[in-house]
């Protein structure tokens, strides 16, 4: 039965307390007098009136809508973690989507950190290619803002440009074809937004485009002036095929060395041979093969096998995704999430940016 009497419990009436008694105020006086609600949830005392702590919830959404609209940066979350569920159960209602892990996993700290740039940008590539029209409103704002900070981050330290330039360039292709497109695909938000955002992906193509790196003026010792076995020693460490033909167009040095059929040889080892049919290939000792051009033929076929320093991890037990801290891991035995197994290091496993996409995959 609904509720029709008007009294001081029905809805749109607040009160606050005076020197004289209590004085009813109504919703419109308090947007016009813009009177904090934390003075009319409390008394003199501090004691909040009312049950539930709804003036705390009104407050905090009031800061969190005005620290959103008013800023660039991430959302801010107190944990570093989401539990990914895929499914109801009896615990637990819903499904995590994609925009939610985005928004609360705190990239914007990951790419400060060298050893996570290069996983956060190849995560954001994949975003861009296939699945950046299933994110929320929110998590496409808070995607642009974090890939604003990586371009920063790029053009201040001149650290891996190119693969941010591959980046931005199949981001453009997908807004290309979401725009042609759009009676299929629904766009979230205005169209004048989309359009701000494809210019700042022009501006971001053209600062990448007119980077220049500084030469390094040190009188110290440079790359040129190590022994031969400890430059080949370094360039047999890179796992990058576009790494090593640039370094080795830096000295006729370098170039000797970049074409070297052993280190093309490893090259192929390392990135086909978990492949069924490239096993017996790239295994063979037979010395006519130009292990060079196999690497290019087999790349254009299969995926290239990839590297980070840092990765998330992803808690079996738990159903947890989460950035591992590892000096906390040293310092506290804290594996970066709130974990009940007996052994929580027993259930951790690194998750590639393509399992991650695959995470949300419904």
């Known amino acids: 039965m609904p509720f029709l009497g008007k009294d001081w419990r029905s809805p749109g009436w607040c009160w606050k307390k005076t020197d004289n008694g209590w004085t009813r105020i109504f919703r ?16 003199g005392s501090g004691d909040n009136l009312f049950v539930g702590d709804v003036c705390e919830l009104v407050t905090t959404k009031r800061q969190k809508d005005f620290y959103n609209n008013s800023t660039k940066s991430q959302f801010v979350y107190r944990d570093k973690w989401i539990y990914v569920q895929k499914g109801s159960t009896k615990e637990r209602h819903g499904y995590c989507t994609l925009g939610e892990a985005l928004n609360q996993l705190d990239f914007s700290s990951a790419i400060q950190d060298l050893r996570r740039f290069n996983y956060v940008a190849k995560l954001f590539q994949l975003i861009a290619k296939d699945q950046l029209g299933s994110l929320s409103g929110a998590a496409q704002k808070n995607y642009f803002n974090i890939l604003e900070k990586i371009v920063r981050k790029v053009i201040e330290d001149q650290y891996n440009p190119r693969l941010v330039k591959e980046l931005l360039q199949d981001l453009s292709l997908t807004l290309k074809g979401l725009a042609i497109h759009a009676g299929r695909c629904v766009l979230v938000g205005n169209i004048n937004v989309w359009l701000s955002r494809i210019n700042d992906i022009i501006k971001w193509q053209q600062q990448l485009d007119n980077l220049q790196i500084p030469k390094h003026t040190s009188s110290g010792f440079s790359f040129n002036d190590l022994p031969l076995h400890t430059q080949s020693t370094i360039i047999y460490k890179l796992s ?13 040095t370098m170039q000797a060395l970049s074409e070297n059929r052993t280190l093309w040889k490893k090259l192929c080892y390392f990135h086909f041979s978990d492949k069924t049919r490239c096993h017996d290939l790239v295994l063979t000792t037979s010395d006519k093969v130009d292990w060079k051009l196999m690497y290019f033929t087999l790349k254009k076929h299969y995926p290239v096998r990839e590297q980070y320093g840092d990765t998330l991890h992803f808690c079996k037990h738990c159903s947890v995704l989460f950035w591992k801290d590892l000096q906390l891991a040293l310092l506290f035995k804290d594996c970066g999430h709130p974990c009940s197994a007996m052994d929580p290091s027993s259930c951790l496993t690194p998750i590639s940016p393509q399992h991650f996409m695959q995470l949300f995959q419904y």
């Not at 006086?29 to 008394?43: G, R």
Request: charged share 25%.
């Open 240 to 252: 990058d095929a576009c790494d090593v033909i640039n370094l080795g167009q830096a000295t006729p």
């Open 28 to 43: 419109h006086e308090l947007e016009n007098n813009s009177i904090d609600l934390e003075v009319l949830c409390t008394d």
